[in-house]
């Protein structure tokens, strides 16, 4: 059966630090990776995703970046953090060509 | 672009139905989504509904769809205190956008004893 995984569940960085994010999948190939970020408000907002290595589409210009170096494997990064990058980031996978999207755990990140 | 709108609070006593409802703008949007966040957790999936269907039913879940409203609700027979947790409706994005979903705030439930 397929899995995904976050890592770390809990960050607290200090604003202007770097952050990576990484997100794996297991027991799929090639599927679509998906970021989001949902805020103190609750509802989620699409980051990223991604359909192949190397290819990434942006939803929201930021301070973010993602990357896809293996093909279950998705980052999410920056160079520098904002007080309002605070939020909890969900990764996501769906199927090739297949709708139904799959969660993460989460993780909560806090900029201090 | 595209909007989804759900109350954000419902309580409901243990037993009884719940229904949550949940408006959309997306008219091209083929799949329908309902998720389950529990506090600090991710979304779980519950069911979800294609736009050529009216109704869906799932064990205690029953999804209905007024596709010329752009109305979605589910219904949760029998609510149990572990229902408890905030709902999410969401759309997938007409046309070609990766398979975007559009969430609402969500609708957190109470079901109390």
């Known amino acids: 059966s397929q899995t995904i995984h976050q890592w770390p569940a809990t960050l607290v960085q200090p604003v202007g630090s770097p952050l990576s994010l990484e997100c794996t999948v297991e027991g799929t190939s090639n599927p679509n990776l998906y970021w989001y970020r949902q805020a103190a408000g609750r509802g989620l907002q699409l980051l990223f995703y991604s359909v192949g290595i190397g290819q990434i589409s942006s939803e929201v210009p930021q301070n973010l970046s993602a990357s896809r170096p293996q093909d279950r494997q998705f980052i999410l990064s920056s160079k520098k953090l904002l007080l309002s990058d605070s939020g909890f980031y969900l990764c996501a996978w769906s199927v090739r060509r297949q709708e139904t999207q799959y969660f993460g755990p989460g993780t909560r990140l806090l900029v201090l | 672009g595209e909007d989804v709108e759900q109350s954000l609070f419902l309580s409901v006593r243990e037993g009884d139905s719940s229904v949550i409802n949940c408006t959309y703008t997306?008219?091209?949007?083929?799949?329908l989504y309902w998720y389950k966040q529990e506090p600090g957790a991710g979304l779980q999936l519950l069911t979800y509904i294609f736009s050529n269907m009216d109704m869906k039913q799932d064990q205690r879940l029953t999804v209905l769809l007024n596709k010329k409203d752009k109305h979605l609700s589910l219904r949760i027979a029998d609510t149990q205190t572990g229902d408890s947790a905030i709902y999410f409706c969401?759309?997938?994005?007409?046309?070609?956008?990766?398979?975007?979903?559009?969430f609402g705030q969500g609708t957190e439930l109470s079901v109390k004893p």
């Open positions: 969401a759309p997938r994005a007409g046309g070609n956008q990766g398979g975007k979903l559009i």
């Open positions: 997306d008219s091209s949007s083929t799949y």
